[in-house]
């Protein structure tokens, strides 16, 4: 394994710099609770049925989970904390992270909202990125049967095209301020329906540069072979290739679904096919960078200090913009400060939306991070270093040292 990396997470005054002693003494009880299953699993059943039954713990939520892992409830509200990630070079994705939505009033309001973040996106140089969900903008179960080619009702194809014309919108804003976006990947049974329209999408806007991304979640077995495919594809048809690399967030629910409806998993057979698979979509792309762009979003160290080698490798800048490392706000601070702090391109995804309708996000943020997903162990053990570092730093402060 390779161990001459560029660059190093260890250092938690970098990590932690933007964050005030009561914050990191937040965030220090936030992994404290969340890193115990039991805890966890009780926190998060109370704040369900707190919400269910419409009580007043909002503002509770508001001031811990919320507070730590999303920018605010509104557009203005976050840029507070694209101004304080900005100043330690660290940029933003504005995140519009309301989820569930079912009505075309709804979605259309979606829409809005995610046009509005290109408005902040033009008058803030701190934010490179936007990004949306098509899920926000479409009916998952209407994504669904086109994908099993079920015959759709009139409504249906109207409801379809109406969706087709909310991503175009987008996609023709992000071409005409030239802000790039970037459109996640969900399950792998709407998925695609999503790739079809980013591939259209791409191939109408992406002709002198990458201004829309498509994502590559690499547990499922079949990406590196459809990198290669849509690689070839825009080789051909001569328009630039936008990649967001990820792991992939539903593999649970893509293998009980699998398993439920008896066919294949779609999912690497275990964590090591994933990783490899997304160590080798990152050399692909960097072989392929006169044509690819790409955004690397994972919290895990390896990958990502692997992509500094393979930088250095091909003797690109740190700072080319065709290559950005992103992770999520209030979470591996480590690796996106020590990063952004060693010239690389970082920006983190800042959610933003009304309190309870971001719960989802907070809830999926809960459940990755307990110990058993393994992530808070290490989020832990950094902050309780930091804390340690500046109580040391200022006892000696005190004895005159
Ligand atoms: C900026 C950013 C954008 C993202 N956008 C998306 C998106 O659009 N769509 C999406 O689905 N996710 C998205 N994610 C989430 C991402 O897919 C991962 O769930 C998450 O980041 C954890 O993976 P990791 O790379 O950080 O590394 P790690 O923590 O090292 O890996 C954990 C991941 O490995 C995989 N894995 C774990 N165990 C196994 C196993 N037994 N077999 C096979 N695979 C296994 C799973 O994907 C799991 O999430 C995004 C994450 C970031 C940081």
């Known amino acids: 394994m390779e161990t001459n990396f560029e660059a190093q997470f260890e250092d938690t005054q970098i990590a932690f710099s933007y964050k005030p002693d009561s914050q990191l003494k ?8 969340v890193n115990n299953p039991a805890i966890s699993w009780l926190g998060t059943s109370l704040v369900k049925l707190g919400l269910a039954m419409h009580l007043p713990i909002k503002g509770i939520i508001r001031k811990t989970v919320f507070q730590h892992f999303c920018g605010g409830e509104t557009i203005e509200e976050s840029e507070t904390t694209i101004e304080l990630l900005g100043r330690h070079k660290v940029c933003t994705i504005l995140d519009y992270a309301v989820e569930g939505e079912k009505t075309e009033t709804g979605f259309d309001a979606t829409c809005e909202e995610i046009l509005s973040t290109f408005e902040e996106a033009k008058k803030s140089p701190h934010v490179p990125f936007c990004v949306f969900k098509v899920t926000g903008m479409a009916d998952g179960e209407l994504l669904t049967k086109i994908q099993a080619n079920e015959k759709l009702t009139s409504e249906e194809l109207e409801a379809f ?9 987008i996609c023709h804003k992000a071409f005409e301020f030239q802000i790039p976006v970037l459109i996640d990947a969900e399950e792998t049974w709407l998925q695609t329906p999503i790739d079809d329209l980013a591939h259209d999408m791409m191939a109408k806007y992406n002709r002198q540069k990458a ?3 498509t994502t590559y979640q690499m547990y499922r077995v079949d990406s590196v072979k459809n990198l290669k495919v849509a690689l070839a594809d825009a080789s051909t048809n001569q328009h630039f290739l936008g990649i967001k690399i990820v792991r992939g967030a539903y593999m649970e629910k ?7 409806m008896n066919y294949p998993d779609p999912i690497q057979p275990n964590k090591q096919a994933t990783d490899d698979a997304f160590n080798q979509a990152l050399e ?11 955004v690397c979003g994972s919290h895990n160290e390896y990958s990502n200090q692997y992509l500094t080698t393979l930088i250095k490798k091909h003797e690109l800048p740190h700072e080319d913009n065709r290559i950005w490392f992103s992770q999520l706000l209030g979470m591996s601070d480590n690796i996106s400060f020590n990063l952004a702090n060693a010239g690389y391109n970082v920006a983190k995804y800042v959610p933003f939306g009304h309190v309870t309708s971001v719960m989802p996000y907070l ?3 809960a459940s990755e991070n307990t110990s058993v997903a393994g992530q808070s162990s290490r989020e832990l053990r950094l902050i309780r270093k930091e804390i340690k570092r500046r109580k040391k730093k200022a006892s000696n402060r005190q004895n005159g040292n």
């Open 26 to 33: 937040k965030a220090n009880f936030i992994f404290t609770v």
């Open 161 to 169: 095209e109406k969706v087709k014309g909310r991503i175009d919108r």
């Open 211 to 213: 201004i829309v991304y």
């Open 254 to 260: 893509e293998r009980e679904r699998a398993g439920k």
């Open 284 to 294: 692909f792309c960097i072989d392929n960078i006169s044509r690819i762009s790409f």
């Open 363 to 365: 809830l999926r943020r």
